[in-house]
Nanobody, 113 residues
Framework: QVQLQESGPGLVKPSQTLSLTCDLS??????????WSWIRQPPGKGLEWMGA???????YYSPSLKSRTSISWDTSKNQFSLQLSSVTPEDTALYYC?????WGQGTQVTVSS
């Protein structure tokens, strides 16, 4: 059974970098499915796709977040990560990792001083 689990700090200060990790079990990050994505949902708003890393290692980012977003993976740990720089309170959201329809439970990140 494929499972994804997000982890990271729940509170980040403005201007800092938000860093989240998604641990994958039940599948290999380099040989199973094709894209591993990060998606977020700000309070009261819809889902926003942030970006993805493909099975061959290529990155794809939302144009609106591209300048601040980096997605990478650690194949030895079977996990992939999100970094979002220069955060503001508008980056407060529930952050999800996803792969081919499998979703993590989500982790709440609040940007506040």
């Amino acid at each position: 059974q494929v499972q994804l689990q997000e982890s990271g700090p729940g509170l980040v200060k403005p201007s800092q970098t938000l860093s989240l990790t998604c641990d994958l079990s039940g599948a290999s990050i380099t040989t199973s499915y094709y894209y591993w994505s990060w998606i977020r949902q700000p309070p009261g708003k819809g889902l926003e796709w942030m970006g993805a890393i493909a099975i061959e290692g290529s990155n794809y980012y939302s144009p609106s977040l591209k300048s601040r977003t980096s997605i990478s993976w650690d194949t030895s740990k079977n996990q992939f990560s999100l970094q979002l720089s220069s955060v503001t309170p508008e980056d407060t959201a529930l952050y999800y990792c996803e792969g081919s329809g499998y979703w993590g439970q989500g982790t709440q990140v609040t940007v506040s001083s």
